[in-house]
């Protein structure tokens, strides 16, 4: 009986502990993220000299820090979409665990219908924003791309 009390008191603090836990746990790899996507070089800008439907975002996460709103939907309107994807895709098994732990029954079709939707809708703007070419992010310089490059160097595109 004793014992089972200190485990009990034991589990408790834990349980108290855990959230300020999960909150640096969080902060530090989110900070470790955003200093990563700042040097981070968009491997599809860098190949082809086009930007990808992701790119902005690490632009849109730097302004929304600075509280600029405005900028932030300047360099990737779907900025939280993406950011709620991304999030998502990392925290999936757990979010399936919780919700399957209360009783409730998880319904495959449905989250694939939802992650397709999401990702059709970052899709149709990307077409969009790159048809219009009202941002500097959506800037299309097939000669800065490697691939380009390389084929110039070996004869077959440019001059
Ligand atoms: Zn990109």
């Given at each position: 009986m004793k014992k089972n009390g200190k485990h009990m008191w034991k589990r408790k603090e834990k349980e108290k502990r855990r959230p300020v836990y999960l909150v640096w746990v969080h902060l530090v790899i989110g900070a470790a993220l955003l200093l990563l996507a700042v040097v981070w070089q968009c491997p599809v800008r860098l190949l082809f000299g086009v930007p990808c439907p992701g790119c902005g975002t690490t632009r849109a996460c730097i302004a929304l820090l600075s509280m600029d709103v405005r900028a932030a939907f300047g360099y990737q309107p779907v900025f939280p979409l993406i950011l709620i994807l991304f999030l998502y895709g990392i925290h999936r098994n757990i979010i399936r665990r919780k919700w399957m732990e209360k009783g409730r029954r998880w319904k495959g079709s449905l989250e694939t219908a939802l992650v397709l939707a999401a990702g059709g809708v970052v899709l149709a703007v990307y077409v969009a924003r790159l048809l219009l070419?009202?941002?500097?992010?959506m800037e299309i310089a097939l000669e800065e791309g490697l691939v380009y490059q390389a084929m110039e160097l070996a004869g077959i595109a440019g001059r």
């Open positions: 070419q009202t941002s500097p992010v």
